[in-house]
């Protein structure tokens, strides 16, 4: 059964760093994509980040661009959101998520979330 775990979300102060991590289990994580989400309140969940299979490829929205890394430790089934600088428009729930996961049919999945505050 696929299952995405976030965690080490926090209340931090504008210009201060944290680092979120997602376990998954289920699937074979090394032959995926995996995602990073965050929804703020009363708004639409946005794309955040992007991580390839092997972890040698990244993309960002234009708001994560030059103080967000993602990274990802295949051995581990872990993937993980570096967040530097961060400003009070972070603020939000942050949700790993994998696309297409075979079976019939395809599907994607999403963690619980892990709530980020960013004060001031």
């Known amino acids: 059964q696929v299952q995405l775990v976030e965690s080490g979300g926090g209340v931090v102060q504008t210009g201060g760093s944290l680092r979120i991590s997602c376990v998954a289990s289920?699937?074979?994580?090394?032959?995926?994509?995996m995602l990073w989400y965050r929804e703020a309140p009363q708004k639409e969940r946005e794309w955040v980040a992007t991580?390839?299979?092997?972890?040698?490829?990244?993309m960002y929205s234009d708001s994560a661009k030059g103080r967000f890394t993602v990274s990802r430790d295949n051995d581990k089934n872990e993937v993980y959101l570096q967040m530097n600088n961060l400003k009070p428009e972070d603020t939000a729930l942050y949700y790993c998520?994998?696309?297409?996961?075979?079976?019939?049919?395809?599907?994607?999945?999403w963690g619980q979330g892990t709530r980020v505050t960013v004060s001031s």
């Open positions: 998520k994998v696309p297409g996961v075979r079976g019939s049919p395809s599907q994607d999945y």
């Open positions: 289920g699937f074979a994580f090394a032959r995926y994509s």
């Open positions: 991580i390839t299979p092997a972890g040698d490829g990244a």
